[in-house]
Nanobody, 123 residues
Framework: QVQLVESGGGLVQAGGSLRLSCAAS????????MGWFRQAPGKKREFVAA????????GYADSVKGRFTISRDNAKNTVYLQMNSLKPEDTAVYYC????????????????WGQGTQVTVSS
């Protein structure tokens, strides 16, 4: 099992930027894919972005493509989500997750989950 701790959330104005971090401990970090999901009030959790174990391949939801960038540092056991040009509709609790398979994350399935970090974008 992997323990995940997200940080970096907060309140930002529309058009602003935030960088989320997710620190992992437990299993070997570099052996699995990592992803970010979000859940807004009254809505289902949705996939945001994923990165393969090597960091060389990424995937994004259409709603964030071109604005968000996922990356990972296997030496630091950390995955990041750089969020630019934020919109009020990006407001949600953001969760990081692991999966053995990159495709599983893109399909919305994760294995281990963090506790989430709140992102609020004001208009």
């Amino acid at each position: 099992q992997v323990q995940l701790v997200e940080s970096g959330g907060g309140l930002v104005q529309a058009g602003g930027s935030l960088r989320l971090s997710c620190a992992a401990s437990g299993r070997t970090f570099s052996s699995y894919a990592m992803g970010w999901f979000r859940q807004a009030p009254g809505k289902k959790r949705e996939f945001v972005a994923a990165v393969r174990w090597s960091g060389r391949s990424t995937g994004y939801a259409d709603s964030v493509k071109g604005r968000f960038t996922i990356s990972r540092d296997n030496a630091k056991n950390t995955v990041y989500l750089q969020m630019n040009s934020l919109k009020p509709e990006d407001t949600a609790v953001y969760y990081c997750a692991t999966a053995e398979d990159f495709g599983a994350l893109v399909a919305g399935r994760g294995r281990d989950w963090g506790q989430g970090t709140q992102v609020t974008v004001s208009s």
